[in-house]
């Protein structure tokens, strides 16, 4: 697929958005700011920025539990990000939701879920609606290695393949479930793989090149979205944070994390190649990533402006018709 | 005999071990149980001590707990991580059709000698999907029974008496009371299940309740102890089966009772409790049975609001107040 000069300056900036985001919410995190659990992504732009960056703003995703990232691709804001993080009641759930489900269904998120595999069969739904309907949205649903080996997965991309519905399942593989490594919970050698089992095209990306993710998920994309049906794209990318903030990480070394910071960075690696190919100067990028940390540091000064819900509002939202 | 302060934690992790290396049929299946010793470090030091019988799964619940009854029917003492209680949903039909009923449909033919182990609860703003408490979905299944420990002796001796049970155990265990300590003895005893416990005498009215709840009716007793009102509180331990002896003799005591519990009122244990309480001692009851439980709608994230939503210890004190009419 073609990108532009101005495309690749826009999958920058996504990418350093997200990377600043993240970075704050775990300082934030450490300073007890925020509540709860909290599972970042950094390491992962690449993967997340490039298959967002081909969807319409009418086409819908769903996210997981490690979810911010996909969120923010798909457009939505970071000030209401950090005041639902906060717990604040100008979150984007009024503070209902918190890290872990976040959603601007105004914007085609239909949801960051806490249940691993929780996403599938509700984007399957979604795939339907979107046939019934006769529209020509698509629909991604992101997932995590481990997730690949839950039920619903298998249930969801045989559904989809039997009916041809529009969706894209988009597998980021940071090599780790939690504790687990993939190479020892993934039979069949990857989650691409399982395509096949259900005749669907599954491709396997080098998810630390924001280009080669893009161009793989716009074949993805387009084929469903011309109605020939699902596929499995699978991003081998790396998260450089524990599972969730705190984690003590006894299932790898500090060196592996190193290994992929300094070789496979997928901020560092695109910034070089801008500039290789004279699409920025370094002078720019660092202008253009002083522009978004003050616009994080506005969105959190946004959110800790912002009021804390009443106690009673959790009474509200349960019903349309109470 | 030697008494040690435990947290709830390592009163499991002793609970496990002991019976680990008193049965080779007893072992442990779920996920990321080696790493860290558990999620909330349940299983510290089991490891490396069993390392065979601590079986690390992908994230396939429906599979875990399916595995843990074939293992159970099978010959095997299944222990069924869970990794939190909200996840029973996924594995539903395991639990529910086929764990719950195989015995009994079968004629009596087989045992289900398994555990299954889950963390519930609130407290921690892990929002809807990681805060309930779902042990009354499961005192309703017949063939289950439910054990809710509060205090770290119990969590050892009741998962002892679990795992030795020859029937499908569901244990809840209070996440945010993993940190809990208390007194635990050094020896292996048991707490037989279907057997609650006395926390506190009281002559003015039953306070029945279980899990983390009982810290909290604790201190609602020490605030009524002060305005004159000497309250009874009953650790129920275990749900199914229930010891409605003690319940009632309590009741019959003090003629006034309330049931405090963490999960929603609406549709809670509380409604069976006091149900059962004024179908069989109803003319004992010098009045109506409070039910006192969290508010009917999900964990709401933000800590104001869940605080909201959760009992508190004031709830229970205005609770108390409400059934005495004073
Ligand atoms: C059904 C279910 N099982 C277990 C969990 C606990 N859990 C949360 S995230 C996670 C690991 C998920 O791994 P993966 O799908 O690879 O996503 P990643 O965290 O690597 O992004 C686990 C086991 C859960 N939330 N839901
Ligand atoms: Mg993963």
Redesign the interface.
């Known amino acids: 697929m073609k990108t532009s000069t101005n495309e690749k300056k826009a999958l920058l900036r996504k990418m350093v958005e997200i990377r600043l985001f993240e970075e704050k919410i775990g300082l934030l995190f450490h300073q007890q700011l925020i509540?709860?659990?909290v599972h970042l992504s950094i390491g992962q732009e690449a993967s997340t920025v490039g298959s967002c960056s081909v969807l319409r703003p009418d086409d819908y995703i769903i996210s997981t539990h490690r979810g911010h990232a996909h969120i923010l691709a798909k457009g939505a804001e970071p000030k209401y990000m950090f005041a639902?993080c906060f717990?604040?009641?100008t979150g984007y759930?009024k503070?209902?939701?918190?890290s872990?489900?976040i959603a601007d269904f105004s914007k085609g998120i239909l949801g960051a879920?806490?249940?691993?595999?929780?996403g599938f069969p509700i984007m399957t739904g979604a795939g339907f609606s979107i046939k019934l309907r006769g529209t020509d949205q698509v629909g991604m649903v992101f997932f995590g290695d481990?997730?690949s080996?839950?039920?619903t997965f298998h249930e969801a991309v045989n559904m989809a393949a039997v009916f041809k519905l529009p969706i894209v399942f988009v597998c980021e593989n940071n090599r780790y479930?939690?504790?687990?490594p993939a190479e020892k919970?993934?039979a069949g050698g990857s989650v691409a793989n399982r395509a096949h089992a259900y005749g669907i095209p599954g491709a396997i990306n080098d998810g630390s090149n924001v280009l080669a993710v893009r161009d793989s998920v716009a074949e993805a994309v387009d084929r469903a979205r011309k109605g020939y049906g699902p596929s499995i794209v699978e991003n081998e990318t790396y998260r450089y944070k524990g599972h969730f903030e705190g984690d003590?990480q006894?299932?790898r070394t500090p060196d592996e994390i190193q290994q992929y910071r300094l070789t496979r960075d997928p901020i560092d690696r695109f910034e070089t190649l801008l500039i290789d190919e004279g699409i920025a100067t370094q002078k720019e990028i660092d202008a253009m990533k002083a522009a978004v940390a003050a616009e994080i540091e506005d969105a959190v000064k946004f959110a800790m402006d912002s009021p804390?819900?009443d106690?009673?509002?959790?009474?509200q939202d349960?019903f349309v018709n109470p | 005999m030697a008494v040690r302060e435990l947290s709830c934690s390592l009163a499991m992790a002793e609970a496990l071990k002991e019976e680990m290396e008193r049965d080779t049929t007893v072992f442990i299946i779920g996920?990321?149980l080696?790493?860290?010793g558990g999620?909330f470090g349940q299983f510290r030091g089991l490891p490396e001590l069993f390392p065979d019988r601590i079986i690390?799964?992908?994230?396939?619940?429906?599979?875990i707990v399916g595995a843990g009854v074939g293992a159970a029917l099978t010959g095997m003492r299944p222990i069924i991580d869970m990794h939190f209680a909200?996840?029973v949903?996924?594995a539903m039909d395991e639990i529910v059709n086929q764990m719950a009923k195989i015995r009994y449909m079968f004629g009596g033919q087989a045992k289900l000698p398994l555990v299954l182990w889950a963390p519930d609860g609130s407290g921690?703003?892990?929002?809807?999907?990681?805060s309930q408490c779902l042990e009354n979905w499961f005192v309703h299944v017949p063939g289950l029974k439910v054990v809710v420990p509060s205090e770290p002796a119990d969590v050892k001796g009741l998962l002892k008496a679990a795992i030795r049970d020859d029937d499908p155990v569901i244990f809840f265990q209070h996440k945010k009371l993993f940190n809990q300590t208390g007194p635990v003895t050094e020896d292996k005893y048991i707490v037989p299940l279907g057997k609650a416990a006395v926390r506190r005498v009281g002559t003015d009215i039953t306070i029945l309740t279980y899990s983390r709840m009982t810290y909290f009716c604790k201190e609602a007793a020490r605030e009524l102890a002060q305005k004159g009102i000497q309250a009874e509180i009953i650790d129920l331990r275990t749900l199914m089966p229930l010891d409605f002896a003690t319940i009632a003799e309590s009741v019959k005591k003090t003629r006034h009772a309330v049931v405090v519990h963490e999960a929603c009122t609406t549709g809670g244990f509380g409604g069976e409790l006091s149900a059962r309480i004024t179908e069989e001692l109803f003319e004992y009851l010098d009045g109506p049975i409070v039910r006192i439980g969290a508010?009917?709608?999900?964990m709401?994230?933000?800590?104001?609001?869940?605080?909201?939503?959760l009992p508190q210890v004031e709830d229970i004190v205005a609770g108390v107040r409400k059934a005495l009419r004073r």
């Open positions: 509540p709860g659990f639902e717990g604040k009641v759930c503070g209902k939701g918190g872990m489900h879920n806490g249940v691993v595999g929780g481990g997730a080996n839950r039920g479930a939690s504790t687990s919970m993934v003590r006894r299932y804390l819900p106690p009673h509002e959790a009474m349960l | 996920e990321d080696v790493s860290n999620i690390d799964t992908p994230i396939s619940e429906t599979a909200d996840f949903t996924t921690l703003n892990a929002a809807a999907q990681h508010r009917h709608v999900p709401p994230f933000s800590p104001v609001m869940e605080h909201y939503v």
